[in-house]
């Protein structure tokens, strides 16, 4: 929808008019590579997408939060003091009680309102539609306690992000990294971000692609991230960790480790699945490092093969892929003027991210979109990918 649009809905629902609706917006990301390393104090490559998340909000002079999205039919409603007692009760409305109930923890003071949001990030597409839903509501949130407390310093958008993962760990019970949120709340139009996860150090590197554009390929198989797959990978890295500790007791995550340690220590870690499941975390980091480094100077080759190399190694070592995906980017490789595909987010469904040129998209969507067809009786979806900004108040 439009931001008229918005309004009018939120009118038709709330009453009143145009003159106190607020707009805050948060976009969903696409992670170029450094896939399942956020959690294990890795590099990541994200950038923030032009799909987001964007809210109407009126404040209310009593302490009721009503909640309303464009596309469904249920309402949410609630008092600032109960939004703890809804965990696990909500059908939708999760994410967001969820981060005013982190936002509440860490200080801030939520005020009661009326919400309409509508979402562009389309839901299960491993695109982050749920941080661009938590950033957004956490700048809201925040904003409206600043101005409550007469304070005018601008919302610190690094600590929303870390809220906004609390949210996922404490009220959605996913044990995320901090990727999607910081993404969503530190993106910046026409950059990807270089994030170390471990301190949060970030740079913004400006995505020069020339002839060649980023196209999204959706599966349109819904991804559950709840599902005990995620977690159990982070088990799993725990447990490689710890086996590396024995014989390389200085290191504190499995970000710490070269390639060359791994090679050299690999044998401690006895369990051969979570070997491959390391093996993958080590040489990931790596070539995220190697991808900043082609794509600053232009090479785009490299960067493409990087890619490729990453899904191959989420696909048999880290085992977080599924058929739909192996097909969008094996086939997609087949396509002349493709430099890249792999997977982007936690998988099993959800998105391949492909570098192809300008002139051939047409031919990709075209080719690849009837091959998905016909091999698995359903459409995916593409999209050019635009990188936009991170979460803001929209005046
Ligand atoms: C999900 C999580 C992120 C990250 C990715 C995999 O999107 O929310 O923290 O772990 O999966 O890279």
Redesign the pocket.
Known sequence: MNIPEIKKQFIDIYGGNESAIRLFTSPGRV?LI??????CGGP?FPAALTMKTTIAARKRSDNIIRLKATDLDIMVETNTSGMEKLKGQLKWGDYQIGVAVELSKAGYDICGCDLLYDDTTPHGG?L?S??AIEISTALMFATFSNEKNGISSPVDMIEMAKLG?AA?HNFIG?N??????FASAMGKANHAIYLDCATLDYEHIPLNLGRYCLVLSNTNKKHS?GSSK?NERRMECEEGLNALKTVMPGITQLADVSVLDFEKNKAVIKNEVVRKRIRHVVYECDRVHKSVDALKSGDLITFGRLMNESHTSLQFDYE?SCDELDCLASEALKIDGVLGSRM????FGGCTVSIVDKSSVDTFKEILGKIYADKFGYEASFYVSEIGDGGKEVK
């Open positions: 992670n450094g896939e399942h390393v956020d959690y990541v491993g982050s749920s941080a993962q996922e996913v995320c990294g901090i990727m999607d949120q991230l995620y977080v982007t987010g936690a998988g």
